[in-house]
């Protein structure tokens, strides 16, 4: 089996004290694009936007040009007239810009040209995050380090950094293809397997290219991986009642293990704004993370509105489209909701009230829901130090879940959480599915052949 | 009887093995494959239906019924074809060109798998093309299409396009879903249908067959 090595291993945290966890600083500040440093205390907002009913194609790609201009336009505009401290673009590539390279690069171009111009006449620290699509998944099973998607991928990374890319980014898919059904079908084991065997290996051998294209492109930043792909599908399926809340919940914290090796490959972040493992991130690696909840809700439910914000350094919408509304178009119109977020957090800082608003913020969410309970900065903590105390991404993803697991059952014990009738059942599931798990990776591998053998290319993963 | 009550319960348990067991000691015990099918299949699967309406079972345990019923299905299927018994109504499911989401429109196939239909998926990134030479050469009664991007939702009126250019639409009956996509949009684009989620969809493609009956 070969593994591609980690740079850098985490055996500590880089917050070790749960009251220096704090929203807007972090140990390792990042510098990037024109004049922004984030996570040194001050909390920027991460605007994130998208297209209309559009189809991509050469006919109409000068109208989805025009689409990336005037959207880039109206939130800085905005985001000048509120006086924004500093301020991130994202650009996350559809599907057919990342298999047209040349594509995703223009619009990274566009972008770019707006920020630069804003810098310049308005003074605003600014960078812009690019992050391409792991399109890798086209084929049955998906071929992750040959072929043509990964061709191509590869070759939008390095355009897009090219293009003035400041961040780049990505929402890796390695061990999906095994999730999605473990999940659908609730097989613990099968999920385990996905996130704590397969995809650890899929984003090791990712980062590392991705590290690489960096550092052929001086002032271009490895930025982050996100778990979206596995931890928010669950969490969607469990908003729409068809998996366990608690099951979310579990899946969430062991999620961070696969985004973790991201950086112990080399990213240095921000994290991505749909990453909600991003506070475990930051306790273990120290390193600035984006966050999203209550302004995010344009483009999905979550139980995490408030507390997803206890911790963040940049504050993200994840997505809107662009559609026109009373006061403006969608992403000049979160741009200013962001805006105020922002504000409140970072006056509350300016006035030492940081750890209060932090713990207000959590208070708020934190035992309405399983998937906010394990978002709370002692949860935070508690997986954190988890995960630190494993020396295998497959140890530590057990531990991960397990810590999440205790926590909830903490809360259940102590009448904070109460959970229904059937969601009582699935926490006893998966109790006794912890119990079972073997301790060794190599024996589940095993065990996982004859169900998911097939679903998954094994050289894919290096074994 | 005891064999058709194990394999409703097995059904009901969403346990592959037990069903499959059952199946097998009831064929042995002369029982009609049809009269199975009847009186535990179908009503396991509508228990199962009921308590996922009622929030009595989440999807694993809707996928592990419908999973059960498949691999006792299966059993059944060559007794029926020597019988000449009807097959079941046949659905082609797939995600539109450009888009690779998939566990929506995988939830939707395995729900309407497990209440009896027969589905075949196309996967992700289905171009109208592909969906025009399934719809040829499978014959479905039922076809279904999901989008998660706003960008791929025209894909889906390209696709119905296609269907109509071919000549085939008056053979199908159309189902859109998907997060961005609207009842409007369904109409709009001349769908004969639009789920707002997987349950609904059975639902849904139930009453389209009923009303074209």
């Known amino acids: 089996m070969t593994i591609v090595a980690a740079t850098q291993k985490f055996t500590t945290l880089a917050i070790p004290n749960q009251d220096e966890l704090l929203y807007g600083?972090?140990?390792?500040?990042?510098?990037?694009?024109?004049?922004?440093?984030?996570?040194?205390?001050?909390?920027?907002?991460?605007?994130?936007?998208t297209l209309p009913p559009i189809s991509i194609s050469e006919s109409t790609w000068s109208e989805v040009k025009a689409h990336y201009e005037e959207m880039a336009a109206q939130i800085l505009r905005r985001a000048v007239a509120l006086a924004v401290p500093g301020i991130?673009?994202?650009?996350?590539?559809?599907?057919?810009?990342?298999?047209?390279?040349e594509w995703g690069a223009e619009i990274t171009s566009i972008l770019k040209r707006h920020l630069v111009a804003c810098h310049e006449k308005h003074g605003l620290p600014c960078a812009l995050r690019v992050t391409p699509t792991d399109i890798r998944d086209q084929l049955k099973p998906p071929m992750l380090r040959t072929g043509e998607p990964w061709q191509r991928l590869f070759e939008s990374l390095e355009l897009c950094a090219q293009a003035g890319a400041d961040i780049l980014s990505i929402e890796s898919v390695g061990g999906k293809e095994v999730?999605?059904?473990?999940?659908?079908?609730?097989?613990?084991?099968?999920?385990?397997?996905?996130?704590?065997?397969?995809?650890?290996?899929?984003?090791?051998?990712?980062?590392?290219?991705?590290?690489s294209i960096?550092?052929?492109?001086?002032g271009v930043v490895p930025g982050a991986d996100s778990a979206c792909g596995f931890a928010n599908t669950a969490m969607q399926l469990a908003h729409q009642k068809m998996l366990p809340e608690v099951l979310a919940a579990v899946v969430r914290a062991m999620s961070a293990v696969r985004s973790l090796v991201a950086f112990e490959q080399g990213a240095l972040g921000p994290s991505k704004d749909c990453a909600y493992e991003g506070p475990v991130i930051k306790a273990i690696t120290g390193m600035p993370i984006s966050m999203e909840g209550k302004s995010a809700s344009c483009a999905h439910f979550s139980p995490l509105g408030n507390i997803a914000a206890?911790?963040?350094?940049?504050?993200?919408?994840?997505?809107?489209?662009?559609?026109?509304?009373?006061?403006?178009?969608?992403?000049?119109?979160?741009?200013?909701?962001?805006a105020y977020d922002c504000r409140l957090m970072n006056a509350a800082a300016s006035r030492d009230g940081a750890l209060d608003m932090r713990d207000w913020m959590t208070a708020s969410d934190e035992w309405l829901s399983p998937q906010a309970a394990v978002l709370s900065p002692a949860a935070t903590m508690r997986i954190a130090g988890a995960i630190v105390a494993e020396d295998t991404p497959y140890r530590q993803t057990i531990a991960a879940g397990r810590a999440a697991y205790d926590l909830l059952n903490e809360g259940v014990v102590a009448e904070k959480l109460h959970l229904s009738r059937k969601e009582q059942q699935w926490f006893g599931r998966i109790e006794a599915a912890f119990d079972e798990l073997p301790p060794d990776e190599a024996t589940l591998l095993d065990s996982m052949e004859e169900q998911y053998g097939g679903l998954y290319d094994k050289p894919s993963y290096g074994l | 009887m005891a064999q058709s009550k194990d394999l409703y319960d097995a059904i009901l348990n969403g346990d592959a093995k037990k069903a499959h067991i059952a199946t097998e000691a009831a064929l042995a015990a002369g029982t009609d494959p049809m009269d199975l099918i009847q009186e535990s299949m179908v009503p396991a699967m509508d228990e199962v239906g009921r308590l996922f309406e009622c929030e009595e079972y989440f999807v694993p345990e809707l996928l592990l019924a419908g999973r059960a019923m498949k691999g006792a299905m299966q059993l059944l299927k060559p007794l029926l074809s020597a019988a000449g018994q009807k097959m079941a109504v046949r659905v082609i499911i797939g995600t539109v060109k450009g888009d690779l989401h998939d566990i929506g429109k995988n939830i939707v196939a395995s729900m309407l798998e497990g209440s009896g239909f027969e589905v075949i998926d196309?996967?992700?990134?289905?171009?109208?093309?592909?969906f025009v030479a399934?719809?040829?050469?499978?014959?479905?009664?039922?076809?279904?299409?999901?989008?998660?991007?706003t960008v791929t939702m025209p894909a889906m009126r390209q696709t119905i396009d296609a269907i109509k250019a071919a000549g085939l639409r008056t053979q199908v009956k159309i189902l859109i879903g998907g997060a961005p996509v609207t009842m409007q949009y369904a109409k709009d684009i001349g769908a004969?249908?639009?789920?707002e989620n997987a349950s609904a969809a059975v639902g849904l493609v139930k009453s389209l067959l009923a009303s074209a009956a």
Not at chain 1, 29 to 47: D, H, M, Q, R, Y
Not at chain 1, 88 to 101: C, D, G, N, S, W
Not at chain 1, 214 to 218: D, G, V
Not at chain 2, 122 to 130: E, F, Q, R
């Open chain 2, 192 to 195: 004969d249908g639009y789920s």
């Open chain 1, 310 to 338: 206890a911790m963040c350094d940049l504050w993200s919408n994840e997505s809107v489209q662009n559609v026109r509304l009373l006061s403006g178009n969608a992403p000049e119109v979160f741009t200013e909701l962001l």
């Open chain 2, 134 to 149: 399934a719809i040829e050469e499978r014959k479905p009664h039922i076809v279904c299409m999901s989008a998660l991007l």
């Open chain 1, 179 to 211: 999730h999605d059904p473990a999940l659908m079908y609730g097989d613990f084991p099968g999920m385990v397997f996905a996130l704590g065997v397969l995809a650890p290996r899929d984003t090791a051998w990712l980062w590392n290219k991705i590290v």
């Open chain 2, 122 to 130: 196309l996967g992700a990134d289905v171009s109208p093309a592909s």
């Open chain 1, 25 to 49: 600083v972090c140990p390792h500040p990042l510098s990037c694009g024109l004049g922004i440093t984030i996570g040194a205390g001050t909390v920027f907002p991460e605007v994130n936007f």
């Open chain 1, 214 to 218: 960096c550092k052929a492109n001086p």
């Open chain 1, 88 to 101: 991130v673009l994202e650009f996350e590539l559809l599907p057919a810009m990342t298999e047209r390279p």
